[in-house]
């Protein structure tokens, strides 16, 4: 069993590392953000962490010994990275507030808008971000120093927000740069 817990940590370790750094990738290029929240996250490398301290048991061979040690190093500075980045974001990201959520005339497509304000630390606007199954979601609209949506559906997937045309079948959204 605690070989087994060994191997596990491992995988699960690298695993998360992969979805972490997904995520990154995700919210600079703008793309589907398919990682569970920060706080999930942090929850899950706590518990490889713990197989991981379990699996240093295991002293079948070199192997075994160097895969926990690798196992536990992984996973604490994973912990101390998802630690830091969960504080910086409560800290310094300011304000947002659900302004209203919209459907597609054919249900499949849900838009939620958010007022955002940075505080001293930036400027207001408004976000749009298009709603995926469980917790995926991707930024399709961005606009600053304005905190009103006016929406309408041209059809079941291309929307006319604030007077920019934003087709949900495209890659590409509305965020000025």
């Given at each position: 069993m605690v070989k087994k817990m060994n191997r596990i940590a491992l995988l699960l370790v690298l695993i998360l590392y992969f979805i972490s750094f997904y995520s990154l990738y995700a919210n600079m290029n703008n793309q589907w953000l398919i990682a569970p929240p920060a706080y999930m996250m942090l929850v899950f490398s706590i518990f490889v962490l713990v197989l991981a301290i379990l699996?240093?048991?295991?002293?079948?061979?070199?192997?075994?010994?160097?895969?926990s040690w690798?196992?536990?190093?992984?996973?604490?500075?994973?912990?101390?990275?998802?630690?830091?980045l969960t504080s910086f974001t409560a800290m310094f990201s300011g304000s947002k507030v659900l302004?209203?959520?919209?459907?597609s005339p054919d249900q499949h497509y849900t838009l939620k808008f958010y007022k955002t304000d940075a505080g001293a630390m930036g400027t207001f606007g408004i976000v749009g971000e298009l709603q995926g199954p469980l917790w995926f979601r991707k930024v399709v609209y961005s606009e600053r120093k304005t905190d009103e949506v006016h929406l309408e559906w041209s059809n079941n997937h291309t929307v006319?927000?604030?007077?920019?045309?934003?087709?949900?079948?495209?890659e590409k959204s509305w965020i000025p740069q």
């Open positions: 699996g240093i048991q295991d002293r079948s061979n070199n192997f075994a010994k160097l895969r690798i196992s536990v190093i992984l996973s604490s500075v994973l912990i101390f990275l998802l630690l830091a302004l209203t959520t919209t459907h006319v927000i604030n007077e920019h045309q934003v087709n949900l079948l495209l």
